[in-house]
């Protein structure tokens, strides 16, 4: 196994994450919570998985750990080859920075900072050159439909669009996942749902995807369910059908604003 | 992260609170202005010390006549009569590391020009007291060795007694009456200013010591011997050899004390430079009190900011930022407060220096040396206390981070 981080899968036919026997045990006091309780997973390169679970079922904890916030007190877990249990604080920043994209249900942008420095801050942690940078930057925004606004500060912004910018940041470094820990939970139904489409777009772009949601109306844009419960895996099962943004948005009504003050 | 976008971060950091930043920085402003000017004060008052002293003539002895004793109660310096105007012609005659001589006498009086009087003291010198003192003479002349000889009632006036008893003619070619005697005034000496002890070195009147040792002091001794010596580093040959000629013309055994004391102005000069210095350090300390309260204050805002972007923390660690990428950030911008700090207390502290000179009429010297002080101290504040707190910023759980509301 090899600890360098261009190096892709393992060998088999593209799995991006191998996780297996995955505990979390944390200590409050004197009493341990077991987190997760042996979880064993894989996930595929082009996947968009969603996690789902009641809160205290361990899904936040498991995200922690894939985005390497977090290690896990025992069993292994394998991203792109690599094994990052074994990785230190820096080496694990690293992999932030490189193949993981975050996208929280806050947003989480800087605020009083542009839209296209938000996204820029990823770069500033890699040797990427100035003028790189926000040739990259620009681009992300354009992906995700806010080329228009890339000077726009984050209380210019409405919340989907604040939540654009945290996906342009997701995907300015190329990431191998894009880990989104409950992207819509702050937003409104038509909001969600064009997310969502963006989410799909990438996704069939190729972006591996795993979303954290507790609404199973957001989970039905995903391919695969994978439900958590008291620490451990209850089910895991391919979404044949999942449902297109693109035409559930035709189907919400837009919200005017004058029929909302009438 | 390049260190040249870390520090443009810094600055805009700083400006979203731009009154918080000015305040911290305030510390560091008066702290630094406050060592600034101390030690431009300090240095001042060294070197016009030093400058008086240096116009005494540095290699000037003095020779006083030692204590008395008698059955073995010692009376105080110069209570002794042992100098004698033949132990001054011996000391010129016999010790190659003088250079000029002047015997001198010494007494105080009631001077009276015309309608006008003055209270002054009237030394006797000899005919090389101005050499010595390198003391030139402003117009007339000064005594011949005719006149010493010859015990001549002539005098030469200090600045000050001259515009005290002159205050309109030239009194050169007058008579004054110095307790009755009369003197004839041939010339007036230029203006020294103050010594070192703050005394008018202008309120004297020279004569011959002759004439004083005859006219006016009814004593028959002499009360000081001025001496230089040929230079600088022959002070303590001469010292040696001055000391070695009076012990034998006095007769003094080998186990008994010198009945004279020589002083040279190189000592006097060494400790009133100690002072001044000891002076400097002391005042340069008491403001550099304030420095390490302005730093206290950076370290304490920094804190406060810390905290408060605990979430920027979390968001910057959870997109790749490492722990010393965190903790160059925070140090920066601790850095960046000190440093326009302390450049601004600089600029304060030479402005306020030269205004204390100008109002006060004190002497300030500002040296680089005290410049680069402050600057380097500034900095070292900035990352002493700046440490701590970036130190916590960095060490924060991400998870912990994030969640912070």
Known sequence: ?262 | MKILNIILSAFRALQRNKMRSFLTMLGIIIGVSAVIAMLAIGQGAEYSVKQQIAALGTNVLMVYPGAQQQAGVRSGAGSATTLTEDDALAISRECPAVQYISPGAFAGGQVIAGNLNWSTSVQGVGSDYLEIRQWPIEYGDFFTDQDIKAAAKVCILGKTVADNLFPEASPVDQTIRIRSVPFKVVGVLTKKGQNAMGQDQDDVILAPYTTVLKRLSHFPNLRFILVSATSLKDISAAQTQISALLRMRHKIQPYDGDDFTIRNQTDLAATATATTEVLTILLASIASVSLLVGGIGIMNIMLVSVTERTREIGIRMSIGARARDILTQFLIEALVLSLLGGITGIILGVVGSNVISSIAKWPTIITAFSIILSFGFSIAIGIFFGFYPARKAAMLNPIDALRYE
Request: charged share 25%.
């Open chain 1, 1 to 262: 196994m090899t600890r360098d981080l261009s190096s892709s899968s393992s060998g088999t036919n593209g799995t991006l994450i191998q996780i297996e026997h995955l505990t979390k045990v944390y200590q409050l006091g004197e009493v341990d919570v077991h987190a997760l309780r042996g979880v064993s997973v894989n996930v595929s390169k082009g996947e968009f998985v969603a996690i789902m679970g009641a809160s205290g079922s361990g899904k936040s904890t498991f995200m922690n750990i894939l985005g390497c916030l977090d290690k896990p007190t025992k069993g292994s877990y394998i991203l792109e080859g690599i094994d990052v249990g074994k990785l230190s604080r820096d080496e694990l920043a690293l992999i932030r920075n490189k193949k993981i994209g975050f996208v929280f249900q806050g947003f989480n942008l800087l605020s009083r900072t542009s839209a296209l420095e938000n996204v820029e801050l990823p770069l500033f942690y890699g040797p990427t050159s100035n003028k790189i940078r926000k040739v990259k930057a620009t681009e992300a925004l354009e992906r995700v439909g806010l080329g228009d606004r890339i000077h726009h500060y984050p209380n210019q912004l409405s919340g989907g669009q604040q939540q654009r910018v945290a996906i342009a940041r997701s995907l300015v470094n190329d990431p191998s996942i894009i880990l989104a820990d409950e992207p819509t939970g702050n937003l409104d139904s038509r909001t969600s749902v064009e997310v969502m489409g963006i989410f799909q777009e990438l996704n069939n772009n190729g972006i591996t995807i795993i979303l954290v949601t507790h609404e199973p109306d957001i989970a039905e844009f995903a391919k695969r369910h994978i439900v958590f419960r008291d620490g451990k895996i209850r089910a895991d099962k391919v979404n044949n059908k999942p449902k297109i943004a693109s035409e559930v948005i035709k189907e919400i009504p837009v919200i005017d604003d004058e029929e909302e003050a009438a």
